[in-house]
């Protein structure tokens, strides 16, 4: 089987914007002083559903590649501290970390020399490369719906 169509369109599915707006695109109309703001108790602020995005999909990667890649515990590891206070460069650093490891994620799907529906040697059983890549596209566009939502409620 030649696997070229379902690694790109892997690809597209990673990056967004087919079926809904990209994070590049929620990024560029972004009111960093917006970010922290919670639209009412108990509703995450944008910059809290953008860090567990990252950090989610760091997890994800790491537990793809790394046998040795320890996830953080659930849920606390996978939400910022209540006592971080997000700043403009906590908040660069959020995208640039987001980013990074989603072109990480992309070389992996791009990677011939990997048999996305492989088992992954050290991950738990049926746990293959595709579901990994899937389960990042899923949940940050989950998520990134969330932040849209968040951002929506914030500035009216």
């Known amino acids: 089987m030649d696997d070229k169509v379902l690694r790109k369109e892997l690809i597209e599915l990673l990056k967004g914007g087919q079926a809904h707006s990209?994070?590049?695109?929620?990024?560029?109309?972004?009111d960093p002083k917006l970010c922290n703001k919670q639209p009412q108790n108990g509703i995450r602020s944008a910059y809290e559903e953008l860090e567990h995005m990252r950090l989610a999909q760091e997890d994800i990667l790491r537990y793809t590649l790394d046998p040795s890649w320890?996830?953080?515990?659930?849920?606390?590891?996978?939400?910022p501290s209540d006592n971080d206070v997000m700043t403009e460069e906590i908040l660069k650093n959020t995208v640039s970390g987001f980013f990074s490891d989603l072109d990480e994620l992309i070389a992996l799907a791009q990677n011939p020399e990997i048999d996305l529906t492989s088992q992954i040697p050290h991950g738990e059983k049926g746990h293959t490369y595709l579901r990994e890549i899937l389960l990042?596209?899923?949940?940050?566009?989950?998520?990134?719906g969330k932040v849209v939502r968040t951002l929506i409620q914030v500035s009216e």
């Open 22 to 30: 990209t994070l590049e695109e929620v990024l560029a109309e972004l």
């Open 70 to 79: 320890e996830s953080p515990e659930w849920p606390d590891g996978f939400w």
């Open 136 to 144: 990042v596209a899923d949940h940050n566009a989950y998520h990134l």
